[in-house]
């Protein structure tokens, strides 16, 4: 006499990669929100609509899934800037422009995954950090640097202080923008790249200071 009624929906069954998946976004959600301290399992697992054994069975705890949230924000970042900065043949301006604009795309489209980033990492998961990215990204800059020191005669040996500079203006604005949001990230890059590129174009080739001990007379 219940020929004609529908048939009852099954709930479909997670793959194991499904599951881990889903896992890694609840995860990244949650560290985001709330960071890593103030993250437990339990509302991992609540989040998830899973036991906590679940979790424990993937990743072997709160700290195997941090590492996996952050390892996967650290090598999309860092990608997304040796992409920008790939092109040899590129004029140093344009490589600039292209690396201050994938950084902030980055962090408009990967809000959870930057806030995650600029977090203080627990002590555990020392590697792997925004620091270090931020250690090999500077890297690149200076061979890009050192070339065209050389090429203007100036010293190479100072392309290792003004990566680090370089940066870190982007890093430090990067982490401004994220919460103001203002102005467009095409005007900020802009900016960054101004104040960069003028800068860099008047270098002194022997720098130094015009305060008490120095000679202040142009």
């Known amino acids: ?13 997670m793959t194991g990669k499904e599951r881990r998946e889903q896992l890694v976004s609840v ?19 609540a989040r998830a609509k899973v036991s906590k054994p679940v979790v ?21 970042l860092l990608t997304t800037l040796e992409d920008s900065l790939a092109d040899q043949r590129a ?24 806030r995650i980033l600029v977090r203080d ?6 590697l792997g ?15 890009i640097l050192a070339a065209q020191l050389r090429l203007h005669s100036y010293p190479a040996r100072d392309a290792t202080l ?17 919460e103001t949001r203002e102005p467009a990230k095409e005007i900020v890059a802009a900016r960054m790249v101004n104040l960069s590129w003028y800068g860099l174009g008047a270098l002194q080739k022997e720098p130094e200071l015009r305060g008490e001990s120095g000679d202040a007379r142009r």
């Open 121 to 126: 990492s627990p002590v555990s998961h020392a």
């Open 91 to 114: 004029h140093p301006r344009v490589l600039m422009e292209q690396a201050a604009m994938a950084f902030l795309t980055y962090i408009d489209e990967n809000e959870d995954g930057f």
């Open 27 to 45: 995860g990244r959600r949650l560290f985001a929100e709330k960071g890593f301290d103030m993250t437990a399992v339990e509302e991992i697992a």
């Open 162 to 178: 003004y990566a680090q500079m370089l940066v870190g203006m982007v890093a430090y604005t990067g982490q401004w923008w994220l």
């Open 56 to 76: 424990y069975e993937h990743f072997g705890g709160k700290e195997g899934l941090y590492a996996v949230v952050v390892d996967r924000e650290v090598s999309t």
């Open 1 to 13: 006499m219940a020929q004609n009624a529908a048939p009852r929906s099954r709930s479909t069954r």
């Open 129 to 143: 950090t925004f620091s270090s990215l931020l250690t090999d990204v500077s890297r690149r800059v200076e061979t």
